[in-house]
């Protein structure tokens, strides 16, 4: 049986656009969590709050559930209903956002330590709201001894599934993530696990599966970005020489460039979201340090062009 694979939500990256367009080129993914949607009181499903979620009709490859960041349950039941009426069944709450921010406000995996407090909160939400609930959590704020105690709590409450990533909070994404602690997290709960954390090569997945035999969902973060073809090198879904690999690779690119064009306004703006998604397409070449390097230097459509075509035709070797 094939595993089942989610893109992670990757703050300014994997939007509607990175979505839309990856779906045109790639195949593998079977769910996306959205970047978060900071909850609010919502008056319709034509609110700009949920504006990400407009393009739905362009996600052929994959469903897509919407991620909110919330620690009111008035507001998150508002969105949620809101992304209800937009045809999303399940919304998934960040309780895993390690942002030192997000982390200050109680919200994220700043929760985490009030164990109560998450019981309360799914207990007023989940009765109210026609969706399914999934939850997305770290170990801990900052120590595992967090999602140990709330983890046998949640057995009683239904939920979709928990996405642990088998990280502290506070470590933001440094140091190695804590197998021995996501172990011990499955052994809590009887909810659905999906592990999350640091799958950025096959070689990777194949050691986790190996590792971890229980688990049968996975979610892709970074390195699905850095390596788009993952998914299908994971599910044994394409068998490409290295040419054809780097022909579809700028296929990719190029047409993410034209959906940005139109998508943002002001070459700053373009560029911008651009150089975020090369800080991980540069490791996905030999001599990609020196692409980051000249595009992040520039805000000029022309010149990200000229630099772009150029470390293009020069055929670059990837690595992934």
Not at 1 to 27: D, H
Not at 130 to 156: H, M, T, Y
Not at 177 to 204: C, M, P, R
Request: charged content about 25%; proline content about 5%; hydrophobic content about 40%.
């Amino acid at each position: 049986m094939k595993p089942v694979l989610y893109m992670a939500p990757i703050q300014g990256v994997t939007g509607c656009v990175y979505r839309n367009v990856y779906s045109k080129f790639f195949e593998g993914y079977d769910y996306a969590v959205t970047p978060f949607i900071r909850s609010c009181h919502v008056d319709s499903s034509e609110s700009n709050v949920l504006r990400d979620l407009f393009l739905k009709r362009n996600n052929t490859r994959f469903e897509l559930i919407p991620q909110v960041l919330s620690n009111t349950p008035k507001d998150f039941i508002s969105v949620a209903k809101a992304t209800f009426d937009l045809g999303y069944k399940t919304v998934n709450w960040n309780l895993g956002c390690p942002n030192k921010k997000v982390r200050n406000k109680i919200r994220g995996s700043g929760l985490l330590p009030f164990t109560d407090r998450i019981i309360k909160f799914l207990e007023e939400v989940i009765p109210a709201v026609p969706n399914q609930i999934s939850l997305k959590v770290r170990l801990g704020k900052e120590n595992n001894k967090e999602l140990f105690d709330l983890l046998p709590k949640l057995d009683a409450i239904p939920l979709e599934n928990i996405i642990i990533h088998p990280r502290l909070g506070t470590q933001m994404y440094e140091g190695k993530v804590d197998i021995s602690a996501f172990e011990e997290s499955v052994s809590l709960t009887k909810h659905t696990i999906v592990y999350n954390g640091d799958i950025d090569s096959l070689a990777t997945f194949k050691k986790l599966v190996k590792r971890l035999p229980m688990i049968s969902q996975w979610m892709i973060g970074r390195g699905g970005i850095t390596n788009p073809f993952l998914p299908e090198q994971i599910k044994n879904l394409t068998n490409s020489t290295e040419q054809e690999k780097l022909d579809r690779f700028i296929s990719f690119h190029d047409e993410i460039f034209a959906a940005y064009q139109k998508e943002l306004s002001g070459p700053a703006h373009i560029t911008d979201k651009l150089k975020e998604i090369w800080q991980y397409w540069a490791k996905a070449f030999v001599g990609g340090d020196k692409i980051l390097k000249a595009v992040s230097r520039t805000r000029s459509l022309g010149k990200y062009s000229f630099l772009v075509e150029k470390f293009f035709s020069d055929k670059p070797k990837l690595v992934i």
